[in-house]
């Protein structure tokens, strides 16, 4: 019971001040059709319904599922195992994110079909999937993990200039969609489940965090390459 009340006020907390803010704004500037707002108002009352259901879904289902995967993959002292299950398990929830797919989407629509939102899709997901198996890597084998931001960051804005301008902009919008409410609780759960056992009993399973930073380089990198094919 308490947490549905929890989830009920992250709800309330997340759509009411943008709801507030267009009946503001209807009130003093925009003065929108009658229709158009009222389209509004019933899309806020299934957005929160949906929002609702879905936080309780994250928080009963797939977070503790994630960091239970992630404290038995270690246990089968198989790294190629651990590595693996990362890797489809980032393809999979980032085809699955919604933000994702809205980008996408939006993107099919402005190059006139040029970028197909299934290809985008793909190329974000593979991005993820891949730096995700790397997150496992440095989880595994306790590689710092500035090393590998650095060096993922480098090559980013090396590469960036050779790719045309508006796949450098695409490409940073694809590494923050996929910090989306599907990928990140699951991802992170996943993480902090695996270090949890990997680590030293002198380490915290806090060492599983930086994960969700580091997986976004993958997105970044894999729309930049797709820009190269596409020049």
């Known amino acids: 019971m308490e947490n549905i009340k929890d989830t009920f006020k992250e709800v309330a907390a997340a759509i009411l001040p943008v709801t507030i803010v267009v009946i503001i704004l209807q009130v003093t500037l925009m003065r929108l059709p009658l229709e158009a707002l009222l389209q509004f108002l019933v899309g806020v009352a299934f957005v929160s319904i949906g929002f609702f259901l879905f936080l309780l879904g994250v928080t009963a289902g ?3 599922v994630g960091e239970l995967i992630g404290k038995r993959l270690p246990q089968t002292k198989k790294s190629w195992l651990i590595i693996g299950t990362g890797f489809l398990l980032g393809l999979a929830v980032t085809i699955a994110e919604p933000d994702v ?3 996408a989407k939006q993107i099919d629509q402005v190059s006139g079909g040029e970028i197909s939102s299934g290809i985008l899709v793909m190329a974000v997901a593979l991005g993820l999937a891949i730096f995700v198996a790397a997150a496992m890597v440095r989880t595994i084998f306790s590689i710092p993990i500035h090393y ?3 060096g993922g960051y480098a090559l980013v804005f090396i590469l960036s200039i050779f790719v045309p301008e508006d ?3 695409i ?3 694809a590494g923050g969609v996929t910090t989306g409410p599907m990928a990140v609780p699951f991802i992170l759960a996943l993480g902090v489940g695996v270090a949890s056992v990997l680590r030293s009993p002198t380490a915290d399973s806090s060492e599983g965090f930086g994960l ?3 997986a976004s380089i993958g997105p970044i990198l894999a729309i930049m390459l797709l820009g190269v094919l596409f020049q």
């Open 62 to 64: 797939l977070l503790p």
């Open 101 to 103: 797919r809205v980008l």
């Open 148 to 150: 590998m931001l650095i």
């Open 167 to 169: 796949f450098v902009s």
């Open 171 to 173: 490409s940073f919008d």
């Open 212 to 214: 969700i930073g580091l």
